[in-house]
């Protein structure tokens, strides 16, 4: 018989480096699950992609046992690989912070594709253009 989810929590940590400080820790802890062993198995999954943010998605059973699926991380911080930068900008309007070409984000929308809500590579690269506008990041056409 399968087990019966208690709730399926979406957490955003830095890979190979997930501690149980705040925010982390309570969310895990109101769970229930052993928090310990979670940050175990992410740190040694992710151990590799050090510096990123890999988003897990955590499943919850009824008998406090969890499964998680990593995810690519999220499309700002592509960018910001892509372009070297330590963050967006505070007024995207008026600060331009990086410029993409318009293969880079095709690239982006490639990779970041399985984890979006669309299976459409032209609406994937009309989302990554969007996050790159409000980052202060101009895309060439």
Do not use: C, W
């Not at 009309?126 to 895309?139: D, E, F, H, I, L």
Request: aromatic letters at 4%; a positive charge.
């Amino acid at each position: 018989m399968a087990k019966k989810v208690q709730q399926v929590l979406k957490l955003n940590l830095p890979a190979g480096a997930a501690t149980p400080a705040p925010p982390i820790g309570p969310i895990l802890g109101q769970a229930g699950i052993n928090m310990m062993e979670f940050l175990k198995q992410y740190n040694d999954e992710t151990k590799d992609k050090r510096g990123q943010v890999i988003p897990a998605e955590v499943t919850v059973y009824q008998d406090k046992s969890f499964t998680f699926v990593l995810k690519l991380p999220p499309v700002s911080d592509l960018i910001k690989q892509q372009l070297k930068l330590q963050k967006g900008s505070s007024d995207p309007k008026k600060d331009i912070v990086g410029e993409l070409t318009i293969d880079q984000v095709k690239a982006i929308a490639e990779k970041k594709l399985p984890d979006l809500n669309t299976t459409n590579l032209e609406n994937a690269i009309n989302t990554v253009s969007g996050t790159a506008r409000s980052m202060g990041v101009k895309v060439k056409e």
